[in-house]
């Protein structure tokens, strides 16, 4: 399989899309072994199979979609635990036990300090703590359903006789990045506004709000009732105003959300609509990679459906493995190539996540924090070396398809209405000589673990694909090596090679002593 075959992926993308759809009726027959604890969070199981049957298969890749369904497995998952932790005798050694799981497998979550708040006794309020995440998530899950098909609720209460009540909550969730006061609407972003009148009712006593639907309408009631939508015949008719997603002019289906605000302690504390000059930096960003890496370009416009901007000092651009497509990227603190680099770079998680719901890249957890990383300059996991080096070889790879590009005479012209000046075009071949070093250092870590037989045939085939990839980036880029070292990049770039060699010596192919 190449790396950079969009037709190749785009195959991929299906079979993951068919899996997901395959995995909600699964979800709630697990979920139906459990009934009593079923019947005690409420969860309309009917109706999730009702709107998985309608959602279409291309639906089943959005990052909305798949979050959603994500949180319907984690809910099953945490459902067990709690039934578990009811019959536990020993609970010092169950939360143990659970501590390390929530590590391992829900480091991108808050579930851990949801369950294991800092200063407590890991094992005391445990099943209350677990009973109250259930509790969340189940509210979540099925609010979230309610709106991700907007016709399917009046469908569905075809088959009921008498209206159907969901608790509302009306706050802003930053991992979702939607404003507080709004209503997603479908999953392309757009969004109901609810009017004066009902951010003050809700304001009051938001913990009352419930949204009900009937077969001709949905409301919702805080301290009053306020119709949202009523159905006519075959359409709908929506009494709230409707906020439609930001597009940018490049082909494909990029949508730009609100930006993400973070507060001095790094921390996300606010929501507002993305000013017109930060969608016009990104449809630039976007349309550069187009004319520089046409093959990254089209992964890119595959894998990234949504960005989200950030404005947050100190913090780097990130996506989430649940949310394929959402990518959060800051456009404050970086400039013009850093954005086009993080839109790459964000988008090889992407990749890198549908390559591992397809296959199995590594043996066991292996999370012992024994490979270095040039990246983070600490030692990590297999796991997260695994990462850096696939998206940090994408990035040498742009960086010197940009370099190509702005050699030609139409990519010089083009590279300075991409906002990019002559000092980032020798940024970008320093970063790009950097990266190559870097690659370089844990791949070998990587040919090492390999040998241990910690990664997979398939992990072999990845492995030896970026060897592929890198030594092709490093031919295109080589000649100007001299001149990088020659600029002001020179001593960054030759401290950083001083650092690597000191850093082998110091752990060897890994650091085994910690293993």
Not at 76 to 81: E, G, S
Not at 196 to 212: D, I, N, Q, Y
Not at 468 to 486: N, S, T, W, Y
Request: hydrophobic share 40%; aromatic share 10%; charged share 25%.
């Amino acid at each position: 399989m190449s790396l950079l075959d969009a037709t190749v992926i785009s195959r991929l993308q299906i079979e993951f899309r068919r899996s997901m759809r395959s995995l909600i009726p699964a979800l709630c027959r697990e979920i139906e072994h459990s009934p009593r604890l079923a019947d005690e969070f409420a969860l309309p199981l009917e109706y999730f199979r009702f709107l998985g049957d309608r959602l279409d298969l291309s639906a089943y890749s959005n990052w909305k979609v798949v979050g959603w369904i994500e949180g319907l497995n984690d809910f099953m998952y945490f459902l067990d635990v709690l039934a578990q932790s009811r019959r536990e005798r020993d609970r010092r050694g169950f939360a143990d036990e659970l501590f390390m799981e929530c590590e391992q497998k829900f480091f991108e979550n808050s579930y851990l300090d949801d369950l294991f708040p800092p200063g407590q006794p890991p094992f005391r309020g445990l099943t209350r703590r677990l009973q109250s995440l259930c509790r969340r998530l189940a509210l979540e899950i099925t609010q979230e359903s309610i709106f991700l098909d907007p016709e399917g609720p009046f469908h569905w209460m075809k088959r009921r006789h008498r209206p159907w009540a969901i608790q509302a909550s009306f706050e802003p969730s930053f991992e979702r990045a939607e404003q507080g006061a709004t209503i997603p609407l479908g999953f392309e972003g757009r969004a109901l506004i609810a009017p004066g009148s009902v951010r003050k009712a809700v304001g009051r006593r938001p913990r009352l709000a419930t949204f009900v639907v009937t077969n001709d309408h949905i409301t919702v009631r805080a301290n009053g009732t306020y119709r949202i939508c009523t159905r006519h015949g075959n359409t709908i008719q929506w009494h709230w105003s409707i906020r439609e997603p930001f597009r940018i002019r490049s082909p494909g289906r990029l949508t730009i959300g609100p930006t993400l605000h973070y507060g001095s302690d790094r921390e996300p504390k606010s929501l507002t609509v993305t000013e017109a000059k930060q969608i016009a930096r990104i449809d630039r960003a976007w349309q550069a990679i187009r004319r520089a890496w046409p093959e990254g370009h089209a992964l890119l416009a595959l894998l990234t459906s949504r960005v989200i901007p950030l404005a947050a000092h100190g913090v780097v651009s990130f996506s989430y493995r649940h949310r394929p497509g959402l990518s959060f990227i800051n456009c404050f603190d970086r400039d013009n190539l850093d954005l086009i680099d993080d839109l790459v770079h964000e988008n090889s998680h992407h990749h890198l996540n549908l390559l591992l719901r397809k296959h199995v890249l590594y043996r066991g957890d292996r999370n012992e924090q024994i490979f270095y990383s040039p990246w983070r300059r600490s030692l990590r996991p297999l796991r997260g070396i695994l990462h850096a080096t696939f998206t940090f070889t994408m990035g040498a790879v742009l960086f010197a398809r940009l370099s190509a590009w702005a050699e030609t005479r139409d990519g010089r012209a083009q590279w300075r209405e991409a906002g990019l000046t002559a000092h980032q075009l020798v940024r970008a071949r320093f970063r790009c000589f950097e990266e190559i070093e870097s690659v370089r250092y844990s791949l070998l870590d990587l040919a090492h673990a390999r040998r241990l037989k910690w990664i997979t045939h398939a992990g072999a085939r990845l492995v030896t694909q970026l060897e592929e990839v890198i030594m092709k980036a490093d031919r295109q880029i080589a000649r100007h090596r001299h001149a990088v070292l020659d600029s002001s990049f020179g001593p960054s770039l030759r401290r950083h090679v001083v650092e690597l060699a000191q850093a082998r010596r110091t752990y060897g192919p890994m650091n085994l002593d910690q293993a």
